[in-house]
């Protein structure tokens, strides 16, 4: 953690300039932005001619209140500020907030500014409440709004600016080492949770989930014209109301200490505004007193990087009853630990605006915006990336759409005309268990059931009842025998056209078997 003579220097001495870059014609997007750190980000980004900047809140009327105050402040036009409800603790306000936020023209700049350090108990998002909200519900609303601010560099072509107000104390945090298979889980128990720890733990999971994001969504080798950039930042001490929790004398001397050393929240807000400002050479990093600084050792550890951001996301899958993640954002994230880091994805979910699918096959296949897949948990990775080979590459240059709900006919690369939809949805499955088998010899035919029920489980009852009777008949066998043999011609699907369909499948040799994805 910083020493006490850095922290004093920062506290006393540090210089911190009044921001100046520009956020002309751009939308920006604060969290808590209607008190304290976040109130003064906002009257500093109006100052400096921003086109719309959103105050997320969770109480209306507060926030209504702090609209008229920057506006006398700032002199601004009145269309400029919007109040939106915001409860990061809420999934069901988190997805109208993002519902609300998807229909904007634009969005430029997410401050993730919202945040708290509670020392009452209490369990949210199935873990203790400083967790829930710092991480999980803080996260639950960016992952969802990173395919907007991409959206807005594309069309734009701009660079927009995702970041996350942290803490230099997430070098002081106590890690726990006997938290077994999941941290968040593990705090459900008070026995677990220690208060004075609790906040610094959060920072460094957000550390954690910013440094391992940023490999993900345009990592420093993407080849995106217009990438944006993420980024975490120290706003200093400052006077916040930030452990108004704290009762007796802890808050006496904290208060006494305060007042003998934090900064206020308008200079701590200027170093927010500069995050917000920054550009790719910030992307992944975290900034203090305006600068990037190294990351302390703690934060190194990518192992733990890894593994903490792919219980995050569990948790926020888990949670996730409202459908959030079907933009698929989360794909990437999923994808990409799973592959770098050989760790299993327990679900992914892969949706028109995943930028790995983009990535990985722009140059091999045609991108389908309606490709949609859900996998259950414990696919392998090897059923997986056999699963994306089948979609995206081999002799299929035109696609392949797997629907979640089927609400029109699917067609594959050979155009069956004639296939009502329930076989239109069969012969996919069929497809995809085939393909599966060739693939991955490691691949049982019951995880390819697994996965094929699971899909006609989001179906319509009336091919989801004539899927399971065709498919459970059809992979009571192993599926791996079809991988032993090239006499296929006894093959029957009951169609001419499936015949052909998997025929085709089975014999396509133009992607190497042995190609890593």
Known sequence: MPTARDFFYTQYFAKIPKPAASFADKTVIVTGGNRGLGKETVKHIVRLAANKVIIGCRNE????????????????????????ELDIESPQSIRSFVERANQ???LDVLINNAGISAFNFKVVYDTERTLAVNNI?????AFQLIPKLKETARRYQVTPVMTTVASALYDAAKYPENHGDDLFGWFKDQSHVNKFNQYNLSKLLQIYTIRK?????????????HPIVINAMDPMFCKSDLGSEVKGAIKVAGGVFRSLTARSTEEGSRLIVKAASAGRETHGLYMRTGAVQEYAAVAKDEKRATWITHILFEHIIKHDRLKLFESGAIADVTLRIAEKDEILAHRAILGPESEVLRELFSQKSHYDEHFFILLPPDTSMKALKALVRFCYCGDYPGTATLLATVKEKAELHFQVHALAKTYNIISLCRHVAVRIARDCKECHAHE???WVKHLLDHTEASIRKAGVEILDDYLKQDARSYTSSDDFVDINMGDPDLNKLLLSAIYSRAHDDGADI
Do not use: M, Y
Not at 70 to 83: F, S, V
Not at 137 to 141: D, K
């Open 213 to 225: 994001l940023a490999t993900i969504v345009d990592p420093p080798t993407t080849t995106n014209a």
């Open 61 to 84: 009327p507060h926030g209504q209140v702090a609209k008229r105050e920057i506006e006398a402040i700032t002199k601004c036009k009145p269309d400029i500020l919007e109040i939106w």
């Open 104 to 106: 904007l023209s634009r």
């Open 137 to 141: 519900g803080t996260f639950l609303l």
């Open 448 to 450: 390819v059931l697994d």
